[in-house]
């Protein structure tokens, strides 16, 4: 069978892995063959020296080198003939209207759900698509409350369902900038039957693509029997927790973050201008910074003259136990700039 070659650009060395993984989960005897590109001069020299038949490109690579690139295929008269498919955080309605009007063949806002991935990688080379787990009305939620990734699962325990989700997820832990991944998964309605210990053992997996993530960090509600004795007498699993109830499971991930300390940072680590994604507070309690405030430069000097040494993405209470808030950011991740004006130049 011919291969399809498709060239993957994007700067992180993450994002490309779990890009490879989507593409071998996808493929199922497509015989896709995969590259990779981390720059806009790489991902030139794969273009112009392999036979490339479709591109993922990550629109923000390097700031601006996505956007420049994209231009620079749409108006070269032999790179223009390869499809783009964009995969992005920005979200932006000007810059997908931009990117669609200059050529782009799909523009799939991270984090990337799989099935809509695999339609577009088929509808470009005119293969077959079917809705995943569609025989089985599976359905899950994935959303973020208090810094604790919180995926539900609904009906279904299916193999190709469960893939979707475990990549759905990892898509969210790699692209959050927090210290430390805390992760609550809850089943519901989900029969025994539907449940064999290959699939599970798989799905819980995930951790390990996830840098700072362990069995640790990731509890489980769910009223299956047999999905416990399942994860208890796995090596990979048998630390994943069971919780009765989703309140019960956060408190406990809670604590896990204050116990481990890692809801601090050094007030000296601060970068004045750098967006708070998150309130801050001093170890007494008292509020520092509103979330989407910034610091200026006299203000966190300020600070240190005082001997404020170190802030608190959590509000503790006396006892240091009970956690009122825990929104976690990584400052040194957070840039300002006009992502619409900086992406096509």
């Known amino acids: 069978m011919e291969s399809r070659t498709i060239l993957i650009i994007d700067s992180s060395k ?3 892995i779990l890009l490879h993984r989507y593409l071998v989960d996808i493929d199922k005897g497509f015989n896709f063959n995969i590259l990779s590109a981390y720059s806009y001069i790489d991902a030139l020299k794969y273009c112009k020296r392999e036979q490339v038949q479709l591109i993922l490109l990550d629109l923000a690579m390097n700031r601006t ?5 994209f231009l620079r295929l749409s108006k070269d ?3 223009s003939t390869i499809p783009v498919i964009i995969l992005s955080s920005i979200g932006d309605k000007n810059v997908v209207r931009e990117a669609l009007k200059q050529g782009a063949k799909g523009y799939i806002l991270k984090p990337i759900e799989l099935p809509k991935l695999k339609k577009a990688i088929f509808d470009v080379f005119k293969l077959k698509y079917t809705i995943t787990d569609d025989a089985h009305n599976g359905r899950s939620e994935i959303y973020i409350k208090d ?3 919180i995926i539900e699962i609904h009906e279904s325990f299916h193999g190709d369902f469960v893939n979707s989700v475990k990549h759905r997820l990892l898509d969210v832990a790699l692209l959050r900038k927090s210290s430390m991944k805390r992760v609550l ?4 309605s989900i029969d025994d039957m539907e449940i064999d210990a290959a699939t599970a053992i798989g799905f819980f997996s995930f951790y390990k693509d996830v840098r700072g993530m362990s069995q640790h960090n990731i509890k489980v509600l769910s009223g299956s029997e047999k999905l416990k004795r399942i994860l208890r007498k796995h090596k990979d699993t048998k630390d994943i927790e069971p919780v009765p109830t989703m309140l019960k499971g956060m408190q406990i991930l809670n604590l896990q973050l204050l116990e481990g300390g890692r809801h601090v940072i050094r007030t000296d680590h601060i970068k004045p201008g750098s967006v708070l994604y998150s309130d801050v507070y001093d170890e007494n309690g008292t509020l520092v910074k509103n979330k989407n405030e910034v610091f200026s430069k006299e203000h966190l000097a300020g600070l240190i003259t005082q001997g404020v040494l170190q802030l608190y993405y959590v509000k503790l209470s006396k006892d240091d136990h009970d956690i009122f808030e825990s929104n976690l950011f990584d400052m040194s991740e957070v840039e300002l700039h006009d992502q619409s004006k900086s992406v096509f130049k």
């Open 14 to 16: 993450e994002a490309q």
């Open 65 to 69: 080198e996505g956007g420049k690139l």
């Open 77 to 79: 008269p032999y790179l």
């Open 147 to 149: 810094d604790i990734i």
């Open 185 to 188: 998964i809850m089943f519901f």
